[in-house]
Structure formats: structure tokens, C-alpha cells
């Protein structure tokens, strides 16, 4: 079980630029949650996928966010046009679902650190 | 889910037990109390679960009253390593609900 990775750790980026960040569950784990994370608060859902699918969307995830999971297992977030506003943690998780509905526990990765300058 | 209460922060002497308390008055029968903790620049990691009757694994032992208005996450030995914040988080097993909804947690500090 080499857990939930993410890549990179770090990135710092100029306002109005794109960034993908790119996030490798662990490799039975059919769900994958990605999360928002400010200083001082708790990571915040922003969207989730089963296998390719994904089915469920925050109201926090604009059409600047866009994430994808093509074969059903790494998944990428994208930001386009980013704003200072999108500095945070970015949390990746996954878990396994079974019958696809009883969940058992979400395993997070490290966490992509977004600084916009 | 359910709102949860927490602390906002709680310190504790190493080697004693750490006791968290969480709120969760409007919870109902059907939704679970989870706990996952966050080390310092870190991803949240799952520590326990229940419904109703206490729990104990490697990590800690979750007592929940019998009412299920509020639960405690016990920690029987606080080593420094314990220092995080604790997230308290109610939710179904099955069924809707496949997001874990944070509240702000409690900060634990373990010290000498």
C-alpha cells in the first residue's frame, strides 16, 4: 500500500495563469475526492469520482475548476485564470465503495500547497 | 450530515489520556460519527467510527452517549506525536452523503 500521492507538493504561480495538479489514489480505491483546504479552517468538498464518473460537484468548484479522472485512476485538477483568491491546500482522497454505496474510510494524500502571487 | 461542536483547542500532558468531546445534537439514527485527525501539514487521516456502541481499535476508543447527542474520542496515552487537530463528523454509511463536510476540529497540543 504505497497511500495517495500528489504532484507536485508545492507550486507557485502567477494570477491569471493555469495550473494542473494531478493526484494518485490507492490503486483498489474506485472513489476519489478532491478537497479545499484554507488556513485555519477544514478541508472544504469540492468534487468526488467514482471509477471515471464523476458524480457530484460543490458549489466552491467554478468553471475555472475543472478535474478529471480519464481511466478511472489517477485524477487531475485544473485551474484555469487563477486568482489570489485559490491559494489554499488541495487534498486528494480515495476510498473504496462497495455495491457503490457503502463507503468506508477516505484516505488523503499530502496535499498540493497553491500559492497565487 | 450534521453540525458538529467542537473545542476549539485542548492540551494534554504526555502519556495521560486525551479526552475530545463532539457535539452532534441533531444527528440522526441512520448517520455514523467519524473521527480523523490532521497533523501539521498533512492530509486528514481516519482514526474511528461508530453508531452507537463504543469503539476501540489501535488508535483510540469512541465512546457515543446513549442518546447519540455527543460522543468522546479518547487517546490513552498522549505521546507528542498526537499534536494535531481533530475533526469530529457525522455522516450516513450508506445511501447519499459521500462527502466528509470538516468543521473547524480541535487543536490538541500534547506536551512534556
Same mark, same amino acid.
Given at each position: 500500500?504505497?497511500? *495517495?500521492?500528489?504532484? +507536485?507538493?508545492?507550486?507557485?504561480?502567477?494570477?491569471?495563469? @493555469? *495550473?494542473?495538479?494531478?493526484?494518485? +489514489?490507492?490503486? /483498489?480505491? @474506485?472513489?476519489?475526492?478532491?478537497?479545499?483546504?484554507?488556513?485555519? #479552517?477544514?478541508? /472544504?468538498?469540492?468534487?468526488?469520482?467514482? @471509477?471515471?464518473?464523476?458524480? /457530484?460537484?460543490?458549489?466552491?468548484?467554478?468553471?475555472?475548476?475543472?478535474?478529471?479522472? +480519464?481511466?478511472?485512476?489517477?485524477?487531475?485538477? /485544473?485551474?484555469?485564470?487563477?486568482? #489570489?483568491?485559490?491559494?489554499?491546500?488541495?487534498?486528494?482522497?480515495?476510498?473504496?465503495?462497495?455495491?457503490? *454505496?457503502?463507503?468506508?474510510?477516505?484516505?488523503?494524500? +499530502?496535499?498540493?500547497?497553491?500559492?497565487?502571487? | 450530515? =450534521?453540525?458538529?461542536?467542537?473545542?476549539?483547542?485542548?492540551?494534554?500532558?504526555?502519556?495521560? =489520556?486525551?479526552?475530545?468531546?463532539? %457535539?452532534?445534537?441533531?444527528?440522526?439514527? %441512520?448517520?455514523?460519527?467519524?473521527?480523523?485527525?490532521?497533523?501539521?501539514?498533512?492530509?486528514?487521516?481516519?482514526?474511528?467510527?461508530?453508531?452507537?456502541?463504543?469503539?476501540?481499535?489501535?488508535? =483510540?476508543?469512541? $465512546?457515543?452517549?446513549?442518546?447519540?447527542?455527543?460522543?468522546? !474520542? $479518547?487517546?490513552?496515552?498522549?505521546? !507528542?506525536?498526537?499534536? =494535531?487537530?481533530?475533526?469530529? $463528523?457525522?455522516? !450516513?454509511?450508506?445511501?447519499?452523503? %459521500?462527502?466528509?463536510?470538516?468543521?473547524?476540529?480541535?487543536?490538541?497540543?500534547?506536551?512534556?
Amino acid at each position: 500500500d504505497t497511500g *495517495v500521492s500528489q504532484d +507536485p507538493r508545492h507550486k507557485i504561480t502567477k494570477r491569471g495563469q @493555469n *495550473v494542473t495538479f494531478r493526484c494518485d +489514489p490507492i490503486s /483498489e480505491h @474506485n472513489r476519489l475526492y478532491w478537497y479545499r483546504q484554507t488556513l485555519g #479552517q477544514g478541508p /472544504e468538498f469540492l468534487t468526488y469520482f467514482q @471509477n471515471e464518473a464523476q458524480l /457530484e460537484k460543490s458549489r466552491l468548484l467554478s468553471d475555472r475548476f475543472s478535474a478529471e479522472r +480519464p481511466k478511472g485512476s489517477f485524477s487531475t485538477l /485544473e485551474i484555469q485564470r487563477t486568482e #489570489q483568491g485559490d491559494s489554499a491546500m488541495y487534498l486528494c482522497a480515495s476510498s473504496l465503495s462497495t455495491s457503490g *454505496v457503502y463507503y468506508y474510510e477516505q484516505y488523503f494524500g +499530502p496535499g498540493t500547497r497553491l500559492t497565487v502571487t | 450530515d =450534521a453540525k458538529t461542536t467542537q473545542p476549539p483547542s485542548m492540551d494534554c500532558a504526555e502519556g495521560r =489520556a486525551a479526552n475530545l468531546p463532539c %457535539n452532534h445534537s441533531t444527528i440522526s439514527g %441512520n448517520e455514523y460519527v467519524y473521527w480523523y485527525r490532521q497533523i501539521h501539514s498533512q492530509g486528514p487521516q481516519y482514526i474511528i467510527h461508530g453508531l452507537k456502541n463504543n469503539e476501540t481499535n489501535e488508535m =483510540a476508543s469512541l $465512546i457515543i452517549t446513549e442518546d447519540r447527542k455527543s460522543s468522546t !474520542l $479518547i487517546l490513552p496515552h498522549a505521546t !507528542l506525536r498526537d499534536t =494535531a487537530v481533530y475533526y469530529c $463528523i457525522v455522516r !450516513l454509511l450508506t445511501g447519499g452523503g %459521500n462527502k466528509l463536510t470538516f468543521g473547524t476540529g480541535t487543536q490538541l497540543k500534547v506536551e512534556l
